[in-house]
């Protein structure tokens, strides 16, 4: 029997809720307050997030900390610009000029000044490239800063004198807060590029069977040398749909 690729998709959306197993579940978290005894950063530090297990040692002391204070998505939104702006010459010299001084609550604010700087516009930043610190400061006072815990692990790793490792540690703790957050890679390779209504029907099988709080993170490409169908990378997982499989099947018996 002949099918149209609409007709294959619907196929194979029913085939992929037999292949399917479930994903753990997780959860959203926002912030509280921060600790304010060393035993409750101890305790804040140490006491393990569910169903994570990061590589790095200070990866995991972030995340055990993000997730006990309920600032998961911000530590990880302010980490994804640490790892980049530790690569940046500027960031080093800070570093060391904070190293050589040992002026921890400086460099900590500097590092809460280049974060604000990195959201505003180039305009902006060419009219307070001459300006005093002060000056920049109340300038920029109307971004967003980065989160309280954030700056107290810069702080802490300055101090234990693993600061460059910043790119290493928002690496580890990349991996540990997508998977704490439940979110989960699609990429679909199809024949011909999808519809809406195509990508709406498979997002949907693919949702009910890694569990409903996941969050589908899509990514589409097209290769015509399929033929029909798709293939499907779901996380680490890998799944083939596709005609070209299917006749290539068929071509190895004969």
């Known amino acids: ?42 305790k804040a530090l140490t006491s393990p997030a569910p169903g994570v297990s990061p590589r790095n040692k200070y990866a995991g002391l972030v995340m055990n900390a993000a997730y006990n204070l309920d600032c998961v998505v911000p530590v990880r939104e302010d980490f994804k610009y640490l790892s980049a702006a530790f690569l940046d010459v500027k960031t080093i010299d800070a570093v060391q000029d904070a ?3 040992g002026a921890t609550s400086d460099f900590v604010d500097d590092m809460d ?19 005093d610190k002060a000056t920049v400061v109340k300038a920029l006072g109307k971004y967003k800063s980065l989160s309280p815990l954030t700056l107290h692990l810069l702080g802490s ?58 969050s589908l993170l899509l990514t589409e490409k097209t290769d015509p040398s399929l033929i029909a169908g798709f293939k499907l990378m779901i996380g680490d997982r890998y799944i083939d749909l596709s005609a070209k499989k299917s006749l290539d099947g068929v071509m190895d018996t004969l």
């Open 1 to 42: 029997q002949i099918y149209s690729e609409k007709d294959v998709c619907g196929v194979h959306c029913l085939m992929l809720r037999r292949i399917f197993d479930r994903f753990p579940r997780g959860v959203r978290s926002f912030a509280k307050a921060m600790p304010k005894t060393d035993d409750a950063w101890a």
């Open 99 to 101: 190293a050589s001084t």
């Open 113 to 131: 000044i280049m974060y604000k700087a990195s959201q505003a516009s180039p305009a902006e930043i060419e009219k307070l490239d001459k300006a």
């Open 157 to 214: 790793f300055l101090d234990e004198g693993i600061i460059e490792q910043i790119p290493e540690i928002a690496e580890d703790f990349e991996e540990s807060a997508a998977k704490f957050l439940k979110e989960v890679k699609v990429e679909v390779t199809s024949a011909a590029p999808l519809s809406d209504r195509q990508k709406a029907q498979l997002l949907s099988v693919v949702s009910k069977n890694v569990g409903s709080d996941a």
